[in-house]
């Protein structure tokens, strides 16, 4: 068996502005687990399913931009929760279809129950998928989706 044969894909996790708030923001929205704990749970799905996963938070667009960007020839996929910027980051957009990776989208709350301005996401239109309001655990499905793309 080849190296490359027997190496993880590479998924690239990456959480927008206020998720590093999670289990203090709302937590009849959001819930009780923290960023560190959806951390481990993708670090945990992630080995499940045969991936190496690399997990990262920022409140900043640009800096998610530069790591969507950096992507590029060091990932084979990434998984975004981008938060507020789904409805909002045409620049988020454009880095996703600028690397032309395999997206998926994660959203810890049924986004489309929730105000009207939140019922339309910019990285929709560049993920493979979509998966929200299943709590954290839509983090474990979306890896799994990934791993499935990947294979």
Same mark, same amino acid.
């Given at each position: 068996? %080849?190296?490359?044969?027997?190496?993880a894909?590479? $998924?690239?996790?990456?959480?927008?502005?206020?998720l590093?708030m999670l289990?203090?923001?709302?937590?009849? /929205? *959001?819930? @009780?687990?923290?960023?560190? =704990? $959806?951390?481990e749970?993708?670090?945990?799905a992630?080995a499940?399913?045969g991936l190496s $996963?690399?997990?990262?938070?920022?409140?900043?667009?640009?800096?998610? $931009?530069t790591w /969507?960007?950096?992507?590029?020839g060091?990932?084979d996929?990434?998984?975004?929760?981008?938060?507020? *910027? +789904?409805?909002? @980051?045409v620049?988020? %957009? =454009?880095?996703?279809?600028a &690397?032309?990776l395999?997206?998926?989208?994660?959203? /810890? +709350?049924?986004? %489309?129950q929730?105000e009207a301005?939140?019922h %339309? +996401?910019y &990285? +929709?239109? &560049?993920a493979?998928?979509v998966?929200?309001?299943?709590?954290?655990?839509? *983090?474990?499905l979306?890896?799994q989706?990934?791993?499935?793309?990947?294979?």
């Amino acid at each position: 068996m %080849h190296n490359a044969e027997i190496m993880a894909k590479h $998924v690239l996790v990456l959480n927008g502005p206020n998720l590093n708030m999670l289990g203090k923001r709302e937590p009849g /929205i *959001y819930g @009780s687990q923290t960023l560190a =704990d $959806v951390e481990e749970l993708c670090r945990k799905a992630g080995a499940d399913f045969g991936l190496s $996963v690399d997990c990262r938070q920022s409140n900043i667009e640009g800096e998610l $931009v530069t790591w /969507i960007q950096q992507a590029l020839g060091t990932a084979d996929g990434i998984l975004i929760n981008p938060g507020a *910027y +789904s409805h909002t @980051s045409v620049a988020i %957009h =454009d880095a996703f279809r600028a &690397v032309n990776l395999p997206v998926a989208e994660v959203h /810890i +709350s049924n986004i %489309h129950q929730r105000e009207a301005f939140r019922h %339309h +996401s910019y &990285v +929709s239109a &560049v993920a493979f998928g979509v998966i929200c309001g299943f709590g954290t655990l839509g *983090y474990r499905l979306a890896l799994q989706a990934m791993a499935d793309k990947l294979a």
